[in-house]
């Protein structure tokens, strides 16, 4: 198993979403992840349920400065922030994650069968 660090920095989030605002959530989350991947260098987010409700969102970035120097311009994003805040109850401070060992398989690598050897 490689243990190449292919993504260097990661940051997770946490909220208890008010009853009812979970769409308008998850569509300003979209909106603001699309932003982030087109204009300030992300990796990408995945966006999580957990059993008890809440909401986690793992953001990849290349380095934690990239995440920094987008932090930086929220203001750009005040419009998608203030929807997400409205639906918000409760957050919790970001997670910053340095990567020690990724064996994550990427997307594209995935085959659709364990033993599916077409690929």
């Not at 300003?28 to 409700?53: C, K, P, Q, Y």
């Not at 400065?65 to 919790?92: F, G, I, N, P």
Request: net charge negative; charged share 25%; proline share 4%.
């Amino acid at each position: 198993m490689s243990t190449t660090t292919r993504t260097g920095f990661a940051v997770v989030y946490q909220w208890r979403l008010k009853p009812g605002m979970e769409e308008q959530f998850r569509q300003a989350w979209e909106e603001l992840t699309a932003i982030l991947l087109a204009t300030r260098g992300a990796r990408g987010s995945r966006l999580h349920r957990t059993d008890n409700g809440h909401f986690v969102a793992y953001a990849q970035w290349p380095d934690q400065q990239t995440w920094e120097r987008s932090c930086a311009l929220h203001e750009l994003d005040e419009k998608l922030s203030r929807r997400m805040l409205e639906a918000v109850e409760e957050t919790w401070s970001p997670m910053l994650l340095t990567t020690v060992s990724d064996c994550l398989i990427p997307e594209h690598a995935r085959h659709d069968r364990p033993d599916d050897t077409t690929h």
